[in-house]
């Protein structure tokens, strides 16, 4: 529920949207009988704070889960403001950094256990800016990729998935190369991935913070519809193998900041004229493999909406335009699974916990297994059309597995689980 924070609440900024107002917006927003299955949550307060007790964590579940929702991903407050610290920055801020993960790792793993997430990985980025980076590149490259290796070994010790957000505004993944060179550099693609958002994506194409790396010339005036697909093309053909969380948005191809917030891809609103994305189309670009068949890397799919007035968010119009965006992507690159299926399935971390398990013969948290979500009779695919997305009792981990243990895991997690029969999705 991030819109309701992000950029919002510090000096000179609109003031932040309360959790109840934002999951009522949700919750009332329709298309054709279609409702949203869930929400990804921001671990920050007004929200909800990182340092919740158990108790009070259920009352949150139970206050979501009223409302016909469930919770999807979670957004770990990584940030020097909010109590985390630049992962490339001093000891203690990087320290800070990695506890904040482990708060937030514990705090997913929780909803699993009670049954209120079925699915979702918990976001990150480098909590560091473009400038800082810069001064020494290779170097604060690899700071970052020592920091996110140990918020890796926290993940696993929870059973989660971490993804780290591109956004021109975070230095590492600032542009479409260095974020590729971060994430080899960390090393663990069955633990951290990369989270695409169609907005701020989109300015990769335009090098904004990095100009060398940018796939379309400099003024561009978006008159050739080829060649910015032919663009757009490797550009997620380079992405796709990492992303496991994904983001619909709108973008005009400009930048925006609010608040504590730095300038960032522009999120638009749905049916913004002036837009560069037709929304399901280029959805598909990530959603599908460069021979057309859909990935089914990610079970979900999720709306960011951040830094709109609140003027708008308040609109319940904006809610439905926004449902039926991401109903026209599901239709198109989605796919139907059953209940049985997904349960048996479980989540992706569900899958990687258990292989860890398998490899280290140890026990870890058992969670919980989950469906996919409502799944409105009639419709196509079985990603769900998610939530306007908002963005983010401490318990011990257990002791981390030792390097044999952890590369028998990955290679273990790699095997596709059995799945049922399922309904094809439609063809672009």
């Given at each position: 529920?991030?819109?309701?924070l992000?950029?919002k609440?510090s000096?000179g900024?609109?003031p932040?949207?309360d959790l109840?107002?934002m ?9 054709d ?20 007790g ?9 206050k ?7 919770v ?7 940030w ?8 490339m920055g001093?000891?203690e ?5 990695v506890q ?8 997913a793993a ?7 997430r079925p699915y ?5 980025d480098?909590?560091c800016?473009v400038?800082?980076?810069d ?5 604060s ?6 920091t996110?290796r140990e918020a ?5 010790d ?12 975070w230095?590492?993944?600032?542009s ?20 695409a ?7 990769y194409?335009?090098?904004y913070n990095k ?11 978006w008159?050739?519809p080829a060649a910015?697909?032919?663009?757009y ?11 496991i ?9 400009t930048v ?6 730095d300038?960032?891809?522009?999120h638009c609103m749905?049916k913004?004229?002036n837009g ?9 670009f990530?959603?599908r493999d460069?021979?057309?068949k ?14 709109f007035?609140?003027?708008v ?6 809610w ?8 026209a992507?599901?239709?198109a690159?989605?796919?139907?699974e059953?209940?049985?299926?997904s349960?048996r399935e479980?989540?992706?971390a569900?899958v ?13 948290r058992k969670?919980?297994?989950?469906t996919?979500g409502?799944k ?5 695919g ?5 939530k ?5 009792a ?5 002791k981390k ?8 895991a990955k ?5 596709p689980?059995k799945?049922?029969?399922k ?6």
């Amino acid at each position: 529920m991030w819109p309701g924070l992000v950029g919002k609440g510090s000096p000179g900024a609109e003031p932040c949207i309360d959790l109840d107002t934002m999951l009522d917006l949700t919750a009332r927003a329709e298309v054709d009988g279609v409702k949203f299955d869930g929400v990804d949550i921001f671990l920050f307060e007004p929200h909800i704070n990182i340092d919740i007790g158990d108790d009070e964590l259920r009352r949150v579940a139970d206050k979501i889960q009223s409302r016909g929702l469930t919770v999807g991903s979670v957004v770990a407050p990584i940030w020097p403001p909010t109590g985390g610290g630049s992962a490339m920055g001093r000891a203690e801020e990087r320290r800070n950094f990695v506890q904040q993960v482990r708060k937030g790792c514990r705090i997913a793993a929780r909803l699993r256990e009670i049954g209120a997430r079925p699915y979702g990985i918990v976001r990150v980025d480098t909590a560091c800016s473009v400038t800082d980076w810069d001064k020494d590149p290779e170097g604060s490259t690899r700071l970052i990729a020592q920091t996110l290796r140990e918020a890796c070994d926290v993940a696993e010790d929870f059973g989660e998935r971490l993804a780290a957000e591109g956004e021109i505004c975070w230095g590492g993944l600032h542009s479409w190369r260095e974020a590729i060179k971060l994430l080899e550099a960390v090393g663990r693609p069955g633990t951290l991935g990369f989270q695409a958002d169609m907005a701020h994506t989109l300015l990769y194409l335009l090098g904004y913070n990095k100009p060398e790396d940018a796939l379309l010339p400099a003024g561009w005036d978006w008159s050739d519809p080829a060649a910015f697909d032919a663009a757009y093309r490797k550009l997620t053909s380079a992405l796709r193998p990492w992303t496991i969380d994904f983001h619909i948005a709108q973008n005009d191809a400009t930048v925006k900041g609010s608040g504590s917030h730095d300038k960032t891809g522009k999120h638009c609103m749905a049916k913004d004229p002036n837009g560069k994305l037709d929304i399901p189309r280029h959805a598909g670009f990530w959603m599908r493999d460069d021979a057309g068949k859909a990935t089914r890397a990610f079970r979900t799919i999720c709306w960011d909406g951040c830094m709109f007035p609140n003027s708008v968010m308040m609109q319940q119009q904006t809610w439905n335009d926004i449902l039926a965006a991401m109903i026209a992507v599901r239709d198109a690159h989605g796919w139907r699974e059953t209940s049985s299926a997904s349960a048996r399935e479980g989540t992706v971390a569900e899958v990687f916990s258990k292989a860890v398990r398998a490899a280290s013969g140890g026990t870890r948290r058992k969670a919980k297994g989950g469906t996919a979500g409502r799944k409105p009779a009639g419709r196509p695919g079985a990603r769900t059309a998610r939530k306007p997305a908002a963005r983010k009792a401490l318990g011990k981990p257990n002791k981390k597995t030792n390097k044999n243990t952890m590369a028998k895991a990955k290679k273990a997690a790699k095997k596709p689980a059995k799945k049922a029969a399922k309904k094809p999705a439609k063809k672009r």
